[in-house]
T-cell receptor, first 114, second 114 residues
Framework: EPEVTQTPSHQVTQMGQEVILRCVPISNHLYFYWYRQILGQKVEFLVSFYNNEISEKSEIFDDQFSVERPDGSNFTLKIRSTKLEDSAMYFC????????????FGNGTRLTVT | AQSVTQPDIHITVSEGASLELRCNYSYGATPYLFWYVQSPGQGLQLLLKYFSGDTLVQGIKGFEAEFKRSQSSFNLRKPSVHWSDAAEYFCAVGAGSGYSTLTFGKGTMLLVSP
């Protein structure tokens, strides 16, 4: 069964550094998402992306965050200048284009900001 | 705004016993409801979903859930739990474009005792 893959599985960075989290969504999927889960808290929506543009974003997704689909397969989340509170598990997800199609999640990237 | 409440943080069930995980939602329209499971170090795997129609939905791994509009609930059940079911379970309500912007509950950790 096709799956969403995320790299790296764990990323450690220093505060103020830029990080790029990478995702390869399922190949015939058209909608892409980033969610995050701070340790001990809920999984939270960050952003959705369709047709090469952001379709929705949460209040968490401020100017420090950006997303990109640089080629036909990758979907990236960039954090420009990381803060301690950005430490979390970041999940990428994708889905097909019919209403209510379920999200397929990757295994996540654990980001640790020191 | 939509919200999801999972009142039980932890539940311990004996192997072979039945299981019910509670989920209550708040949403202004007909909800799209999901249950996901997360095993340690893994991503979120879809167990089942409810969009419309029959209020009792069947999922993978022998799980089912019942949508009760009058109680704003979508409880997850399994008649006989296996040790491999030990994981964290998340209920979510879908909103936004394609009902795919998910709002998650805080999750219920299921422990299975021998």
């Amino acid at each position: 069964e096709p799956e969403v893959t995320q790299t790296p599985s764990h990323q450690v960075t220093q505060m103020g550094q830029e990080v790029i989290l990478r995702c390869v969504p399922i190949s015939n999927h058209l909608y892409f998402y980033w969610y995050r889960q701070i340790l001990g808290q809920k999984v939270e929506f960050l952003v959705s992306f369709y047709n090469n543009e952001i379709s929705e974003k949460s209040e968490i997704f401020d100017d420090q965050f950006s997303v990109e689909r640089p080629d036909g397969s990758n979907f990236t989340l960039k954090i420009r200048s990381t803060k301690l509170e950005d430490s979390a598990m970041y999940f990428c997800a994708s889905r097909t284009d019919y209403t209510g199609s379920p999200l397929h999640f990757g295994n996540g990237t654990r980001l640790t900001v020191t | 705004a939509q919200s999801v409440t999972q009142p039980d943080i932890h539940i311990t069930v004996s192997e072979g016993a039945s299981l019910e995980l509670r989920c209550n939602y708040s949403y202004g329209a007909t909800p799209y409801l999901f249950w996901y499971v997360q095993s340690p170090g893994q991503g979120l795997q879809l167990l089942l979903k409810y969009f419309s129609g029959d209020t009792l939905v069947q999922g993978i791994k022998g799980f089912e859930a019942e949508f009760k509009r009058s109680q704003s609930s979508f409880n997850l059940r399994k008649p006989s739990v296996h040790w491999s079911d030990a994981a964290e379970y998340f209920c979510a309500v879908g909103a936004g474009s394609g009902y795919s912007t998910l709002t998650f509950g805080k999750g219920t950790m299921l422990l299975v005792s021998p």
